[in-house]
């Protein structure tokens, strides 16, 4: 298996600009995750999905942020209107189950001018 | 919040055992010890996790304490390529809030040096 395909690797874009992450979680699994990294805060979980419904969006910074998984195979997470402040590695990740060890992407590095 | 403690770096000579040490004191009977790397620009990298008896699998061993509060993920023969950032996580393996337990704290920086 490929892995997490996370696209794209890196996006430049400019402030107040629609962005939107893609994430391929690796094939049979059930449960999804999405994760902000900055140095300031280190990692931090936004969302998962489980048989792709939102299970827990408590960590979505504001309502500018928005994921969707519409089939086992995809999901977005969109940021709109972007803000510098938003600019950070993006993860996002995969497990079996909810319960079992997840997988991660090599993340979509963000910045935003 | 995390729930685990762990030193904010470690040095270890290539060759060597790197044994990187974790405090989990609040951890709950249903919550396991889980233990991730992240080398530098890269994802999270699963390496292993337990319960309470001690595991193996071909890139770590996990030792966990009789009372749970901590733990050790041993790296048997460190090399150049395990410099990274390797972070202790509980997590409860049962029940619905999956989500909410699977919170990565500032890890340990691990340097092996030449």
């Known amino acids: 298996d490929a892995g997490v395909i996370q696209s794209p690797r890196h996006e430049v874009t400019e402030m107040g600009q629609e962005v939107t992450l893609r994430c391929k979680p690796i094939?049979?699994?059930?449960?999804l995750f999405w994760y902000r990294q900055t140095m300031m805060r280190g990692l931090e979980l936004l969302i998962y999905?489980?048989?792709?419904?939102?299970?827990?969006d408590s960590g979505m910074p504001e309502d500018r942020f928005s994921a969707k998984m519409p089939n086992a195979s995809f999901s977005t997470l969109k940021i709109q209107p972007s803000e510098p402040r938003d600019s950070a590695v993006y993860f996002c990740?995969?497990?079996?189950?909810?319960?079992?060890?997840?997988?991660f992407g090599q993340g979509t590095r963000l910045t935003v001018v | 919040d995390a729930k685990t403690t762990q030193p904010p770096s470690m040095d270890c000579a290539e060759g060597r055992a790197a044994n990187l040490p974790c405090n989990h004191s609040t951890i709950s009977g249903n919550e396991y010890v889980y233990w991730y790397r992240q080398i530098h620009s890269q994802g999270p990298q699963y390496i292993i996790h337990g319960l309470k008896n001690n595991e193996t699998n071909e890139m770590a061993s996990l030792i966990i304490t009789e009372d749970r509060k901590s733990s050790t993920l041993i790296l048997p023969h460190a090399t150049l390529r395990d410099t990274a950032v390797y972070y202790c996580?509980?997590?409860?393996?049962?029940?619905?809030?999956?989500?909410?337990?699977?919170?990565f704290g500032p890890g340990t920086r691990l340097s092996v040096l030449p």
């Open positions: 094939s049979g699994h059930n449960s």
């Open positions: 996580i509980v997590r409860v393996a049962m029940g619905y809030n999956y989500g909410q337990n699977f919170v």
């Open positions: 990740a995969s497990s079996l189950q909810a319960n079992t060890e997840a997988f």
């Open positions: 999905f489980n048989n792709n419904v939102p299970i827990d």
